[in-house]
Nanobody, 126 residues
Framework: QVQLVESGGGSVQAGGSLRLTCVVS????????IGWFREVPGKEREGIAA????????YYADSVKGRFTIFEDKGDKSVHLQMNSLQPEDTAIYYC???????????????????WGQGTRVTVSS
């Protein structure tokens, strides 16, 4: 059974940093897409960062490019999202997701079946 467990959310002032962690267990395939999505009330869940296990060249949404970094720890299969220069508009619930798709576009598509974590809340105050 695949499980994704997020941690690291919290409250921070604008300009601050947080690091989110996603620990993956039960995924038998060695290569798959894994990434971070975020959701605010009234808006569609947004894919903001993703990578293909073991392959360089991550994806970033324009809204976080240059401020967020996704990277993996191959030792314990965790994936991290380092978030710097946080702004109030980054306030959301952040979800980790994984799927064995063929492309980033497929992975990010809302209709693609994915494994999801339970979410972790990030609040950025001005």
């Amino acid at each position: 059974q695949v499980q994704l467990v997020e941690s690291g959310g919290g409250s921070v002032q604008a300009g601050g940093s947080l690091r989110l962690t996603c620990v993956v267990s039960g995924y038998t395939e060695s290569q798959y897409y894994i990434g971070w999505f975020r959701e605010v009330p009234g808006k569609e869940r947004e894919g903001i960062a993703a990578l293909y296990r073991g392959i360089p060249g991550p994806y970033y949404a324009d809204s976080v490019k240059g401020r967020f970094t996704i990277f993996e720890d191959k030792g314990d299969k965790s994936v991290h999202l380092q978030m710097n220069s946080l702004q109030p508009e980054d306030t959301a619930i952040y979800y980790c997701a994984a799927a064995a798709t063929n492309t980033y576009r497929d992975f990010l598509r809302a209709s693609t079946n994915k494994y999801w974590g339970q979410g972790t809340r990030v609040t950025v105050s001005s």
